[in-house]
């Protein structure tokens, strides 16, 4: 089944500097790859996310690129603000469009922290 | 529009005891999925509804966890005996179908003594 693996575990920046998570599947037939933010005590919020046929998707300060041939995508946050502080979930999901459905496999998260 | 709803936010139960979570999706999403989040970890599928059939519950542990979705709406999460190793958070979500985005609820946290 797919694997994911989500790095660096923590990640710690001055407010103003880009921060950027990287994660890795190894599923090939996955094709859908979202992107979450989790406040303290919160839920999970989508923030962006991307499908196999884009390889790069861009909201304002977020954006996610995708290698489909390595297999693995990337969540780049720049010009960062003290409220980005948070943790970060990537997720992979096999066979959307195929059939499948939209089975999220986590990686173990990221926590961030954004210093004034 | 307003946003998957859970309750209760938070529950405090002795071990062998039962303890039920609800779960109501955002107004027209077809596909409900509960989800465990241990501590610092992202969550994991338990079981997923379409409608009101459960149409993936391979990872539900189903010697003492049970759900149902009636009239394939708000949901139902049950666990009879809760053990210690069940203290988590339990995550509602919900989307349009099932090629669509999934948006959380605020989650359940359980803690068993």
């Known amino acids: 089944g797919e694997n994911v693996e989500q790095h660096p575990s923590t990640l710690s920046v001055q407010e103003g500097d880009s921060a950027v998570i990287k994660c890795t599947y190894s599923?090939?037939?996955?094709?859908?790859f979202p992107w979450y933010k989790q406040e303290l005590g919160k839920r999970p919020q989508l923030i962006i996310d991307i499908r196999s046929n884009v390889g790069e998707k861009k909201d304002q300060r977020i954006a996610v690129t995708l290698n489909k041939t390595a297999k693995h995508f990337s969540l780049h946050i720049t010009e960062t603000q003290p409220e980005d502080s948070a943790v970060y979930f990537c997720?992979?999901?096999?066979?959307?469009?195929?059939?499948?459905?939209?089975?999220?496999?986590f990686g173990a998260g990221t926590r961030l922290a954004v210093h004034p | 529009e307003a946003g998957v709803v859970q309750s209760p936010r938070y529950k405090i139960i002795e071990k062998k005891q039962p303890v039920a979570f609800w779960c109501n999706p955002i107004?027209?999403?077809?596909?409900l999925y509960w989800y465990l989040q241990n501590l610092g970890q992202g969550p994991e599928l338990l079981i997923r509804?379409?409608?009101?059939?459960?149409?993936?519950d391979s990872q539900l542990p189903k010697d003492r966890f049970s759900a149902e979705r009636l009239k394939g709406v708000d949901s139902t999460l049950k666990i009879q005996p809760a053990e210690l190793g069940d203290s988590a958070v339990y995550l509602c979500?919900?989307?349009?179908?099932?090629?669509?985005?999934?948006?959380f609820g605020p989650g359940t946290r359980l803690t068993v003594l």
């Open positions: 997720a992979a999901s096999p066979a959307l469009f195929s059939g499948g459905y939209n089975k999220l496999i």
């Open positions: 509804y379409e409608n009101e059939e459960a149409v993936d």
């Open positions: 979500a919900s989307s349009r179908g099932v090629e669509d985005p999934q948006f």
């Open positions: 599923d090939s037939a996955s094709n859908y």
């Open positions: 107004s027209g999403h077809n596909t």
